[in-house]
């Protein structure tokens, strides 16, 4: 099938590829001139494992190509995906479809043809009967559908995830929409991908109310790990053991300093939104973006509190780790920002080191000094608070930590040593959700 794709980002870029790979024809268009011009030289503009390799493949065998034409690069398109950023809206959290829109009125203005429009990107119910609406209005006389294929792919695991899905979720109006999209995805679904076809409407809403589910789950574990503190239980234990219970599962019930990143924050804030806007409000929702916006922040008071008694004044931190999670450059929503913030705050000076992030990191945070690897980053330090758990960070030489420190106190906010390890090393250790475990 030939198909475009609008918007070469996380999502856009990792699908186009994959899309590619599975046999299809893409061209994949982005209105960022540079990043297309850095595609072109086989420069991937994120971070993402293996997706260089891909993409070099199927721009190598002409599967695969990048322009910033849109109105080419969707002339003969069998379907246009539209795969741009819905960010938070600033005045009330809603997501901003303006770019959305935008490449909307643009594709089918560009049209000589019928295609099929399919919304990637995560979009609020609705948004596909307004961009029918706006199909209609800029080409009047073409004939579009409109279909809603919401990624669940995560960052740092995308083409895994894209490639052996656990299932794909089409949402359609009209048999034609459906039909292309089940060629589209026939080489998945023969590798044994299930594909859900449902109504448009519901396909919209099956991805928010996944992000939101997954949410709670971190939230609740995060919730419970405090009160593990305040017990004297271990969180680890408490999550394998709810975990291995069929109907909980055990992904997503690891403690730690809050969820972040490009998805939760702003797709639980727009399905609160819808929520609010069709009178059926979802509480339990609203109550995990309470905790987990104040949990950020209260990881640095955390910090604080492990480095003890006396002015922080002039201290410094080492933080390691500043992406939202491993494997990714993306720094969106990050726990570390909040994190670093508290500290910043009460004047603690913070040095901080992440394998792939501190190029965004810098244009995000002032008056952090970044150095180049996790030991430069413990140098005279009074804590290192271990924020996101990148492999480099799980195993650390702690002797040689304690040793560059000023004071030997480690805060592990991901859970990555034992108590033993860190004391064995002469560290002061704080964990999460870990009251008085040995372990
Ligand atoms: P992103 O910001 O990384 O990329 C969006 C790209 O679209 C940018 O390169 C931008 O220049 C381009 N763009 C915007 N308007 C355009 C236009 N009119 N024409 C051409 N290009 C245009 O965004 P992302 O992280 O890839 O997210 C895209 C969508 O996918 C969002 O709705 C997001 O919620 C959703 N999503 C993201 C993830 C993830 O892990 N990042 C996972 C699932 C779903």
Redesign the pocket.
Known sequence: MRITM???????LVSGACLAEIGHEIRC????AS?IERLLQGIM??YEPGLDTLVGRNVEAGRLSFTTD?AAAVDGADAVFI????PSRKSDGHADLS?VY??AR?IAASLTGPTVIVT????PVGTGDAIERIAEEANPGIKVDVASN??????GA?IGDFMKPDRVVVGTQTDTARDVLQKIYAPLEAEGAPIVFTARRTSELI?YAANAFLSIKITFINEIADLCEAVGADVRDVSRGIGLDNRIGTKFLNAGPGYG???FP??TLALLKTAEDYQSPIRVVDAVVYVNERRKRAMGRKVLKAMGEGDPRGKTVAILGLTFKPDTD?MREAPALSIIQALQDVGVKVRAHDPEGMVHARELLKDVEFVDGPYEAVEGAHAVAIVTEWDLYRDLDLPRVAGLMAEPVLVDLRNCYTRDQAEKAGMHYEAIGRGGSAG
């Open positions: 609008i918007g070469t980002g996380y999502v856009g268009v982005d209105k960022d990043k503009p994120i849109l795969a741009v950023g819905t770019y935008a490449a643009e990637k990107s995560t979009v919401p990624e669940f792919l995560r960052e995308a991805k990143g490009s998805c702003k797709d993306d």
